[in-house]
């Protein structure tokens, strides 16, 4: 398994500002995942984020808005960009373990946003 | 690509009565299949996930999905459900050559004293 950690865990934010979420493994994964969870709404990927690669986005997602940082095998950021109040939603971080040839994937906590 | 279809947006049960929470599939490749909850303002947990294995998979307190291929269902099942019961639950397919896991829309189950 794997221990996920996001920081912050909640902001309230103003339109047109950035914030960047920080997700923190406590083990090596080659995959990260971003998920947006809107108000009342299942999750949606974002985009993956290999180590030594550049991020691979979604239908619907791009760098500019979502831009995303891979710098080891532990970490990884989102940042969302010139935010409006559509942003506010839950963003999840996630990893995958093939350990036993199968998919797993673990997510993090969420990290609350909300956009006045 | 692979997709989920939760088929209802919310159940309602008394506690102590069954429950049933529908999904149907669709991939590709050989799926593997998972089930989440998540409790108002908490993060994920997994519940059971069917890797290719036994059909009928046993998860966590006291929940269980039969795998049905010919169906393409991979229905959510509890003999008796508890008040701590009561949150959103989603269905989620990944297929072994993707790199992702597609989630169905949710249910959300509430529980009548």
């Known amino acids: 398994s794997a221990v996920i950690s996001q920081k912050p865990s909640r902001d309230i934010c103003q339109r047109g500002t950035s914030l960047t979420i920080q997700c923190q493994v406590d083990?090596?994964?080659?995959?990260m995942f971003w998920y947006r969870q809107q108000p009342g709404q299942s999750l949606t990927l974002i985009a993956t984020?290999?180590?030594?690669?550049?991020?691979?986005?979604e239908s619907g997602f791009v760098i500019d808005k979502f831009p995303i940082s891979r710098p080891n095998l532990t970490f990884s950021t989102l940042t969302v960009s010139n935010m409006s109040p559509e942003d506010s939603s839950i963003y999840l971080c996630s990893v995958k373990s093939t350990s036993g040839g199968y998919n797993e994937q673990f997510f993090g906590p969420g990290t609350r946003l909300t956009v006045l | 690509a692979q997709s989920v279809t939760q088929l209802d947006s919310h159940v309602s049960v008394s506690e102590g009565t069954p429950v049933l929470l529908r999904c149907n599939y669709s991939s590709s490749y050989s799926p593997s299949l998972f089930w989440y909850v998540q409790h108002p303002n908490k993060g994920l947990q997994l519940l059971l996930k069917?890797?290719?294995?036994?059909?009928l998979v046993k998860g966590i307190n006291g929940f269980e999905a039969e795998f049905k291929k010919s169906e393409t269902s991979f229905h959510l099942t509890k003999p008796s459900a508890h008040m701590s019961d009561a949150a959103e639950y989603f269905c989620?397919?990944?297929?072994?050559?993707?790199?992702?896991?597609?989630f169905g829309a949710g249910t959300r189950l509430t529980v009548k004293p």
């Open positions: 069917y890797t290719s294995a036994a059909t």
């Open positions: 083990s090596q994964v080659t995959m």
């Open positions: 984020a290999n180590q030594g690669s550049e991020a691979t986005y």
């Open positions: 989620v397919v990944s297929e072994y050559n993707n790199n992702d896991m597609r």
